[in-house]
C-alpha cells in the first residue's frame, strides 16, 4: 500500500485547531475554501483528515465575566456550520461518530474548550457544556485561572487547586479528555495523579529537541504514555525547533520518533494548532492539505502501516473511546 492509500484509509485525527476563532467576525466559513488561515472544509478533506478537534478560546477581552457567553457565540458558530454542512460536517460525540464520518466521507467535528475560564468555576456549566457537545477540556491556556496555574505561571509552583481537581474529576465522570498541554508542570502531575481516565496532551512537542516551555519533558511524556494517554505533536514552528524559520516537517518527524522512543508508539499522535499561529509556517506543513506529507515521511522512516495508523488519528480515537464512548 502506498503513503497517499495509507493516509486515505486511516482514520486522521487532529487534537487541536484554533479555526472557530477565525470563523466568528464573520469574514470567512469552513464550507468555503479560502486563501486565508490553515483549515476549511475543502481543505480539509482534501488533507483526508477525519475527525478535528475545535478548540474555544477565551481571550482576554471576555474576563473575567464574558467567559460563558463567549464560549456560547464560538459553539453557536461550529452549529451553524454543522448546519450549513450536513453532508460534509458532523458534530461527534463519541467514536462511533467518528467511525462514521470516516464511512461517510464526511469529518468529525469535536468540541474542546482551551482553559477552565468557560465554566466560570462553575460545575454546573461544564455538564451543560458537555451537553452541548463538548468532549475535551485544556485545564488552563497559558494564564492562571480558577482551576490551575499554566506554563506562563511556573514561577508560582502552582498546580490544580480544589476546584481544579473536582474539574478532572467531573471530567472523568461525564465523559470529557482532560487535556495537560499549556499546563504548569505542577499542574500536568495533579492532573496525572487526579485522572481515573487516560489523559492527552493535544498539542505539546518534546522538550528534549526544542526546549519550549510547552513542550513536555522525557519524564511528562512517560508519565503520560503510563496514564495511557497520547501526546498530540503540534505543528507551530517555534515548538519545533528553537529557530522557528528552521521548523519543518522532517523536523517534526523527529518529535514522532522521539516520542515513539521515550514512550512507544501507542502514545504520539497529531496536535496540529493550525489556525493558532501566524506566518511564517512549517515548511512542507503551510496548511492541513499537508497532513499527508506526515504519512509519506513515517513510510520513508520505515514505520509499518498498524503504526502510521495509530499515529494518524489510532490513538486519540482509542482514548476518545475509553473516556468519551
Known amino acids: 500500500m502506498d503513503a497517499m492509500t495509507l493516509h486515505r484509509d486511516s482514520i486522521v485525527f487532529d487534537g487541536h485547531c484554533d479555526t472557530l476563532l477565525s470563523l466568528l467576525p464573520g469574514t470567512r466559513t469552513l464550507g468555503e475554501r479560502s486563501s486565508?488561515?490553515?483549515?476549511?472544509?475543502p481543505r480539509l478533506r482534501e488533507g483526508g483528515v477525519t475527525a478535528q478537534v475545535f478548540a474555544i478560546f477565551i481571550d482576554e477581552t471576555h474576563l473575567p465575566a464574558g467567559a460563558a457567553k463567549q464560549t456560547l457565540r464560538l459553539l453557536d458558530t461550529l452549529y451553524r456550520e454543522l448546519a450549513a454542512h450536513p453532508d460534509s460536517l458532523l458534530l461527534a460525540l463519541n467514536a462511533s461518530d467518528i467511525e462514521r464520518a470516516k464511512e461517510e466521507g464526511k469529518?468529525?467535528?469535536?468540541?474542546?474548550?482551551?482553559?477552565?475560564?468557560?465554566?466560570?468555576?462553575d460545575l454546573s456549566l461544564l455538564r451543560m457544556f458537555?451537553?452541548?457537545?463538548?468532549?475535551?477540556?485544556t485545564i488552563a491556556w497559558s494564564r492562571r485561572n480558577q482551576a490551575a496555574d499554566g506554563v506562563s505561571e511556573v514561577r508560582t509552583g502552582g498546580g490544580l487547586t480544589n476546584f481544579g481537581v473536582q474539574l478532572v474529576e467531573e471530567c472523568n465522570r461525564l465523559g470529557i479528555v482532560v487535556d495537560v498541554s499549556h499546563l504548569s508542570p505542577p499542574g500536568v502531575r495533579d492532573v496525572l495523579q487526579v485522572s481515573s481516565a487516560p489523559v492527552v496532551?493535544?498539542?505539546?512537542?518534546?522538550?528534549?529537541?526544542?526546549p519550549h516551555p510547552r513542550n513536555l519533558t522525557d519524564e511528562q511524556l512517560i508519565a503520560?504514555?503510563?496514564?495511557?494517554?497520547?501526546?498530540?505533536?503540534?505543528?507551530?514552528?517555534?515548538?519545533?525547533?528553537?529557530?522557528?524559520e528552521e521548523a519543518s516537517l522532517e523536523r517534526l518527524l523527529d518529535h514522532i520518533d522521539h516520542i515513539v522512543r521515550t514512550t512507544d508508539v501507542d502514545h504520539v499522535g497529531l496536535g496540529s494548532d493550525f489556525d493558532g499561529f501566524g506566518p511564517p509556517p512549517t515548511?512542507?506543513?503551510?496548511?492541513?492539505?499537508?497532513?499527508?506529507?506526515?504519512?509519506?515521511?513515517l513510510v520513508e522512516?520505515?514505520?509499518s502501516a498498524d503504526s502510521i495508523r495509530k499515529i494518524l488519528g489510532g490513538n486519540l480515537l482509542r482514548v476518545f473511546r475509553q473516556v468519551a464512548g
Open 36 to 41: 486565508e488561515g490553515h483549515i476549511d472544509l
Open 107 to 121: 469529518v468529525a467535528a469535536v468540541v474542546g474548550l482551551e482553559g477552565a475560564e468557560s465554566v466560570e468555576g
Open 130 to 137: 458537555h451537553r452541548l457537545g463538548v468532549r475535551l477540556l
Open 201 to 210: 496532551a493535544s498539542h505539546s512537542n518534546a522538550y528534549a529537541l526544542c
Open 224 to 244: 503520560v504514555a503510563e496514564k495511557g494517554g497520547v501526546i498530540g505533536v503540534a505543528f507551530l514552528p517555534v515548538f519545533i525547533t528553537t529557530d522557528g
Open 283 to 297: 515548511a512542507g506543513l503551510e496548511d492541513v492539505t499537508c497532513v499527508p506529507g506526515i504519512t509519506a515521511g
Open 301 to 303: 522512516r520505515g514505520y
